[in-house]
């Protein structure tokens, strides 16, 4: 793993990003076909935002709507209060590098072996993942995606909603790291680069 020293946000973070596949979007390298065959529209505009980003040099315009600003301002309320909650201190990075094509950009590191990812969602899904007492289902690509660019072992899931009462703001959840899945990750993402070099190799 290779740590880029990038603010998350800013323009060189955005470039930092652009052309490489990234943690947060491993649901869409992962997408199937309606019944599971074929491949999805999802992850071939995906393939097409790199491709682009690789061809112009320049990051796609990123749209970020009410819900996504709502997180990025309480992200660290969050963070302060995992560190108060559980006495680690989390420490910050800009994107990690698995490779020259293939990256993440943890919400934190903790330790010297588990992982931060934050979501403050809206009140309804936050008290469903209370409720259920588990990260949802969707986060699983990018939470096991960070672990295996970052090679670590553990990696807390937080849902975090200030507008909860004090002691239900808060939904913490450890997952463990599972290599079987990363490996059918890893696969995949893979593939992914593979279709995206060849793609690139016919237009550049």
């Not at 990003?17 to 071939?44: D, Q």
């Not at 969050?78 to 094509?101: F, H, P």
Request: one cysteine or more; proline letters at 5%.
């Amino acid at each position: 793993m290779r740590l880029l020293d990038v603010e998350q946000g800013t323009d060189e973070w955005l470039a930092a990003r652009a052309g490489r596949i990234t943690a947060s979007n491993f649901g869409k390298v992962l997408a199937s076909g309606p019944s599971g065959g074929g491949e999805s529209k999802t992850r071939r505009s995906y393939m097409v935002q790199l491709l682009a980003e690789r061809l112009t040099g320049l990051p796609t315009n990123s749209y970020a709507n009410a819900a996504m600003q709502w997180g990025t301002e309480h992200e660290p309320q969050a963070r302060a209060m995992y560190e108060l909650l559980t006495g680690d201190d989390v420490v910050q990075v800009g994107m990690a590098l698995l490779n020259d094509d293939v990256g993440a950009s943890p919400d934190g590191l903790v330790r010297g072996d588990g992982g931060l990812e934050i979501k403050c969602p809206n009140t309804t899904t936050h008290i469903e993942t209370i409720l259920s007492g588990k990260m949802p289902p969707e986060h699983r690509p990018q939470v096991q995606g960070c672990m295996y660019v970052t090679g670590r072992d553990w990696w807390d899931f937080v849902s975090f909603d200030p507008r909860m009462p004090p002691e239900r703001q808060m939904f913490v959840a450890r997952v463990a790291r599972d290599d079987e899945y990363i490996a059918k990750l890893a696969e995949a993402v893979q593939e992914f680069l593979r279709e995206l070099n060849e793609l690139h190799g016919r237009l550049a």
